[in-house]
């Protein structure tokens, strides 16, 4: 098995504070949250209280379909934002990791044409990552558990377990 980062939702809760301190110490003053479900979400969620940014804003995107497991490329599913809601905003694109970077990359350039400008905040950052986001809470190369992915579904008593395919 190789080597893991832990992250617990205690240490989560640190982690999202110290980003958004790190996003107001810089002076950006976001006015659209951008999520990168499902993993993002959390991250989104935390920095938009953190941030006092009420409009936050959501993006499914398909990648991983195992640990280090991917499709050719990452695909935005429907319902895709609307571009025009972006129209001369501040967004702040947040996610959970930037691995490949190819996940981020697809929504960034998604927002490019429309935005006044985008920046990307993500909780950690894989050094071969495609896409150097501006703002990083902590770099490595290792595989990350995240505490809402680590374990597998509920599942009622007396069901089959689901498999969970992070914990393989
Ligand atoms: P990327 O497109 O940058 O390769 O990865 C995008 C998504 O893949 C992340 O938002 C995350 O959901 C998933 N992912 C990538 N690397 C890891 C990892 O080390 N651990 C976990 N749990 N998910 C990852």
Not at 2 to 13: D, K, W
Not at 18 to 32: C, K, N, R, T
Request: net charge negative; charged share 25%.
């Amino acid at each position: 098995k190789q080597l893991r980062e832990n992250l617990t939702y205690e240490l989560f809760g640190t982690a999202v504070r110290e980003l958004a301190q790190s996003i107001a110490d810089d002076g950006y003053e976001p006015d659209i949250v951008l999520s990168i479900a499902r993993g993002g979400v959390f991250v989104a969620g935390g920095l938009a209280y953190a941030l006092d940014c009420k409009n936050l804003h959501l993006v499914n995107v398909e990648f991983y379909t195992g640990v280090g497991e991917t499709l050719e490329m990452p695909v935005m599913l429907a319902p895709v934002p609307n571009a025009i809601d972006f129209t001369d905003k501040k967004v702040l694109i947040a996610d959970d990791v930037a691995d490949t970077g190819k996940t981020l990359k697809l929504v960034h350039d998604f927002c490019l044409d429309h935005v006044a400008e985008v920046r990307s905040a993500v909780i950690y950052e894989k050094s071969h990552s495609l896409v150097k986001c501006e703002y990083v809470w902590k770099r490595t190369d290792e595989w990350i558990n995240f505490p809402w992915s680590v374990l597998p579904p509920v599942h009622r008593a007396g069901e089959a377990p689901k498999e969970n395919l992070e914990a393989l």
